[in-house]
């Protein structure tokens, strides 16, 4: 219990901080100049809109085990899918922390940059601790899913750039106003997407 009680903490502040980082990117797709930049950001924006619409049925689940203790009550494919699901939120983690990587790049007002990389920095340290978890949940119940616990950071070390200091690279783009925290927009197929393909 106490694993989907951390599962639950975990997700439900990615979903904060996924609707905080969609109302800084927003205003750059908005406001692109080219058509690159449009697309680029826009790419980012739809996978992560995605991953929170996943995140919006898993959290209030994981809250329910956590609260009722059911998770003995489940049946083996409930197990498995739940599980599955867990797993691709781990590597949801994962992007995500390279999403807010990627647009430290964007910004050179102090307090965005900030913002994005405690956000990147707490995104990266829940990424190991799901890590570990699904690994323990793995082992737990191996007789009913088997997880793919591949290291999408192998060769990628979070701090071997300090991005509040990197200067090169950073777009001119200075400052954005806030938006909306929701994106209105069509869905399309992603590397987010595929939980229904399994």
Known sequence: MQDFSQLHAIFDRTRGYINRFMSIIQ??????????TRLYYHHILEEEEQRLGRLE????HLEELAANQ???QLSDRELSRLLSDINLERFGLHNFREHLELSLYEFRDEETRLDLDGMREKTHADYLLVKDIMS????????VYHADLTDHDEG???HQVDHL???AGVASVTSHPAAPASVPGKKGLT????????
């Open 27 to 36: 205003p750059i797709v908005d406001a692109a100049q080219d058509e690159h």
């Open 70 to 72: 059911k998770s003995d």
């Open 57 to 60: 049925q898993l959290v209030p």
């Open 165 to 167: 200091k990197a200067s």
């Open 136 to 143: 323990r949940l793995s082992e737990r119940f191996s007789d």
């Open 191 to 198: 590397v987010g997407s595929l939980k229904g393909l399994h």
């Open 156 to 158: 990628h070390d979070v």
